[in-house]
């Protein structure tokens, strides 16, 4: 019988053996390059990065440059604060193992070096007579994926010089063009790959081995976010996949139990790391329902090139031949009929992978790469049932050593926001292009959601998906990565009285038994806060994960429909200024939600009536600047607008690195298609305060109604006061109306919190007062969009850290926003799940987005 100390041991001695393999493997021979860099310097998972000059064969077509803004989505300055920038075709040379296949990833963060525009720079890029990329542009790519940075990841085949060129050659296809590079990585690493079986042709195995290859997703399915250097030995990242899941059916996660010891075979051990093998995604235990139902995923790649698409498995439940059989489907073709994961590993607990390859022609609908498990009902199983562990997707070079695909498209809806922009950008001078290029990789704050509106009109069956992940390689994560809920597949739950099938699929649902375990039985010392729905307690579930548990109050005016709409809205919204929702509970007349928990509270306890310190107003800025992030994705991330209805301070809540989350969606509302329609009728709910005054009079909801709300909430960040407070003169009462009044008068600034008097800078402080102020206009249409409020606050911050550097023409300083581009960045997952066909307008229908760690 295998004891706790057993498992213990055998993790502590494989995270040591994979440490060891780590330095062992990966550091031998490895070159990483912090391009444009003068020391070396380790990035923030303890990588060490030296400069690049002496890999160069010639300097004088190059030279380094510091990036001109830091955007707050970079998980590191290092490498992606420095680069190189080429204006004439340039090498670099290393010299490398003959018999190795090698990792080459290239970093990329596309802003303003050297006073140069960050849309001018399109180039190519060949290692070793492979070309990766060609007519590449990182701007375009990080626009249209909403991303601010950019990572490419090859895996070449050996050298037989030993000798590997890197050359970035800018494209004569434009004028001004320039190439750069941030951070290049030279890995030596295994040869993992070997021939797969061609989908549909089982008699044609395709060469993989000899093959170059691009790495265009790398999951951990149902598990959690992987970092390079917990990898099993090949610097790998790995990502959540539930961004990629298509339909309202998204299974549940689970991790192995205690009495599960995963035991890696030495041709096993490299292929994924324990983490990826130790957690899984199963259908879920509704055989009736899993009988007629797919667990599918979708991917967009490029059209003419081979793809190869790993399956990781490692049965974590079953013990017997046959009682989980499956099949396997890839763009909608049968890869595998009754696929036994006991039967081909031989056990529980023992990882193997399975390879399959798929052409991806350039007809119309073939851009997207469908992946599906369905149970083998005429095997009649057990359980019908799938599982998955991970799941890779490669992309092959074709005849002519090529991997580079098409620049990406930006979405209609992306381009349609940047139409209806109020304000064009200046490009009248240098210095108005390091606004421009600080955007860099997000310029505009679009969608790549109307991909898959795209997607849905050119492929028959797809209900609306979307997927712009692989220009992007991969979706990029925040700095602070959710965790993955799980749970066990004999979790059995019951359908709720109170949700709809499609709510008790979407996330976890734990028992009241482990939620009054995870509080202590709800003590009152666990209590970290009381809303209008209840209590919030601070609590722990699978041993050791912190989570805040909001229990509803049966007095509460916030009853069912609020407790629906909050899991089936928010557990399908992935961004990092969203707060994540990790389950529900709905046991003994009990409605409880599970989120992550925010280990610095919310917004308004460090502004007024606090112990805490006061913030700073840098601190200010980027809090509402990722306010503003998160409500400007639900205002245009997802096929319909999602209007939040309920912004203000308590409802904006801290993580332990002080990224702002919004919280708190059961007031929650679809908004209008913007095609057909301009608003929604509803009753006005909200909170006072903070009412937008033009719905209170009409009842006719907008996304502008939020904006009001925000710009409530941007007046009690300045002045550290309560939206509301009756002890004030009658005058004073509303913040609102007595900010408003301040400011036409000429004298807001007496009313500014004295912790900020005298640190915020002239022209900061104008721009922050007229964005409020906008955002407070009594009609709707005078007040500005989500987006337009985000770029003015990204520019206040901007002029606040460089009050010399930012310089605006004389004719630009009577317009309200000098903008050379939207915000920075919109960091979200570019993902793929789309609902279908509209019904009522209570209806909730998304393109669901990632939020991943960023690179």
């Known amino acids: 019988m295998i004891t706790k100390t057993h498992l213990l041991f055998s993790l502590i001695l494989f995270s040591f053996l994979s440490n060891v393999v780590f330095k062992t493997e990966a550091s031998a021979g490895s070159f990483l390059l912090s391009c444009g860099s003068t020391s070396s310097d380790a ?26 803004f830091q955007d707050p989505s970079l998980p590191s300055t290092i490498p992606y604060m420095s680069a190189r920038v080429f204006t004439a075709p340039s090498s670099y040379k290393f010299s490398i193992s003959l018999n190795d296949r090698h990792w080459v990833r290239l970093h990329f963060y596309p802003t303003s ?11 190519s890029v060949v290692a070793g007579g492979v070309t990766l990329l060609n007519n590449f542009s990182a701007y375009i790519t990080a626009e249209a994926l909403t991303q601010a940075y950019i990572i490419r990841e090859f895996s070449l ?43 549909g042709f089982p008699d044609q195995p395709v060469d993989v081995q000899s093959s170059n290859l691009q790495t265009m997703y790398r999951l951990n399915v149902g598990g959690q976010y992987i970092s390079p250097v917990n990898d099993s030995g090949l610097t790998r990242t790995w990502y959540d996949d539930s961004p990629y899941l298509f339909g309202a059916n998204m299974g549940i996660s689970f991790e192995a139990g205690k009495n599960v010891t995963i035991q890696y075979t030495d041709e096993q051990k490299p292929a994924a790391p324990l983490d990826v093998y130790s ?14 139902a797919n667990l599918t995923w979708v991917f967009q790649v ?19 031949v046959n009682q989980r059989v499956f099949d396997i489907y890839v763009n909608n073709q049968t890869a595998q009929v009754g696929a036994d994961v006991i039967l081909w590993s031989g056990g529980r607990g023992i990882p193997m992978y399975k390879d399959f390859a798929v052409f991806s022609t350039e007809e119309p609908g073939d851009e997207m790469l469908w992946v599906a498990l369905h149970p083998t009902v005429s095997a009649r199983p057990e359980y019908y049932d799938a599982i998955l562990n991970g799941l890779e997707i490669f992309k092959l070079n074709d005849s002519n050593a090529n991997l580079a695909g098409p620049n990406p498209v930006p979405s209609p809806m992306l381009i349609k926001a940047e139409e209806m922009r109020e304000f064009a950008p200046p490009r009248s001078n240098g210095n108005a292009e390091v606004i421009g290029g600080a955007a860099g990789g997000a310029a505009a704050v679009g969608l790549v959601a109307a991909i898959c509106i795209a997607a849905y009109q050119r492929k028959k069956k797809v209900v609306g998906a979307d997927a712009a992940g692989p220009y992007g390689w991969l979706p990029l994560y925040g700095s602070s990565h959710t965790t993955t809920s799980k749970s066990t597949i004999s979790g059995k739950s019951t359908a709720s009285s109170h949700l709809s099938s499609l709510a008790v699929s979407l996330c976890r ?29 601070k609590g722990v579930i699978d041993g050791s994960t912190k989570v805040a548990i909001k229990r509803a109050n049966p007095s509460s005016e916030q009853g069912v429909n609020e407790f629906q709409t909050e899991i089936e809205m928010l557990s399908k919204l992935r961004h990092r200024h969203l707060v994540s929702l990790i389950g529900y509970c709905e046991e003994n007349d009990e409605m409880i939600l599970v989120y992550d928990y925010m280990a610095f509270g919310t917004l308004r306890e460090h502004l007024y009536k606090t112990n805490k310190p006061p913030l700073s107003w840098k601190q200010r800025l980027e809090i509402c600047i990722g306010a503003a992030r998160g409500l400007h994705y639900l205002h245009t991330g997802a096929k319909y607008t999602i209007i939040h209805r309920d912004v203000k301070t308590t409802n904006i809540l801290l993580d332990d690195k002080w990224v702002a989350k919004v919280s708190d969606f059961g007031l929650s509302k679809t908004g209008p298609d913007m095609m057909n329609q301009s608003h929604v009728s509803t009753v006005v709910k909200g909170s006072f305060g903070y009412l937008d005054p033009e719905y209170f009079r009409r009842q006719q909801l907008t996304e502008k109604s939020d904006v009001y709300s925000f710009g409530v909430v941007l007046f009690e960040v300045l002045c550290a006061r309560p939206a509301l407070n009756p002890s004030l003169p009658k005058e004073q009462v509303s913040l609102a109306d007595w900010a408003l009044h301040c400011q036409k008068k000429g004298v807001l600034e007496d009313i500014v919190d004295p912790h900020l008097k005298g640190k915020i800078t002239p022209e900061c402080f104008k721009k922050f007062a007229e964005t409020a102020e906008k955002c407070l206009s009594d009609h709707g249409l005078d007040r500005p969009s989500m987006g337009d409020v985000l770029w003015n606050l990204e520019y206040c911050l901007q002029v606040q850290e460089n009050p010399d550097g930012v310089k605006m ?21 570019h993902a793929t799940l789309g609902l279908g066909a509209g019904g009522s307008s209570d209806d909730v229908i998304f393109s669901q987005f990632i939020n991943p760690k960023g690179r």
């Open 43 to 68: 990035d923030s998972d303890g990588r060490t990065w030296e400069p690049d000059s002496k890999y160069l064969e010639t300097q004088d077509n190059s030279m380094p440059s510091t990036a001109e």
């Open 113 to 123: 070096y050297s006073g140069l525009n960050a849309t001018d720079a399109f180039f």
């Open 157 to 199: 085949v050996p050298v037989p010089t030993g000798q590997l060129s890197l050359t970035f050659t800018p494209s004569d296809k434009h004028d001004g063009s320039y190439a750069f590079i941030n951070g290049i990585e030279v890995i030596p690493m295994p040869n993992v790959f070997q021939n797969a079986m061609l989908v």
């Open 279 to 292: 957690s899984a995604r199963t259908m879920g235990p509704e055989s009736t329902v899993n009988a007629n």
């Open 302 to 320: 490029d059209g003419s090139f081979m793809y190869v698409v790993r399956f990781h498995f490692c049965e974590l439940d079953m013990t017997k």
């Open 509 to 537: 649902h734990f028992s009241l038994a482990e939620i009054k375990h995870g509080t202590k039985n709800f003590d009152e010392s666990q209590v970290i806060g009381v809303g209008g729905f209840g209590k919030v307690y």
């Open 809 to 829: 023409e004389k004719d630009d300083s009577e317009t309200n926003a000098p903008m050379a581009a939207s915000s920075s960045d919109i960091e979200m997952y």
